[in-house]
């Protein structure tokens, strides 16, 4: 029993990886790219820093779309038009003092 769930765990974890839609965000407003976030429940976002080099991460809707431990907090993302306000999972830090 104990392996089958542990098999389900790990098929479960890589389709969630393997699963979301990937945007590149350098031609999208950022009307577009709340509503892609929206649609999908968590995307993979992507974009160049001003260097060039190629930036990513993985944005949600709602706090549904983060693992056990995670919090959602609010990021900001470069859109064609602005910056852009989007959400995403981090790590819940518990403060023992």
């Not at 976030?37 to 995307?43: D, H, K, P, Y």
């Not at 900001?76 to 023992?96: E, G, Q, W, Y």
């Amino acid at each position: 029993m104990r392996k089958l769930l542990l098999a389900g765990a790990m098929l479960l974890a890589a389709s969630a990886a393997f699963g979301e839609p990937a945007y590149s965000i350098t031609n999208m407003s950022c009307a577009s790219v709340q509503a892609a976030v929206q649609a999908n429940g968590s995307v993979v976002l992507r974009w160049r820093s001003r260097s060039g080099m190629p930036l990513y991460g993985r944005y949600v809707s709602d706090r549904r779309f983060c693992w056990s431990g995670e919090i959602v907090t609010f990021a900001s993302v470069p859109a064609a038009d602005k910056s852009c306000s989007v959400k995403k999972c981090v790590l819940k830090i518990h403060n023992r003092f």
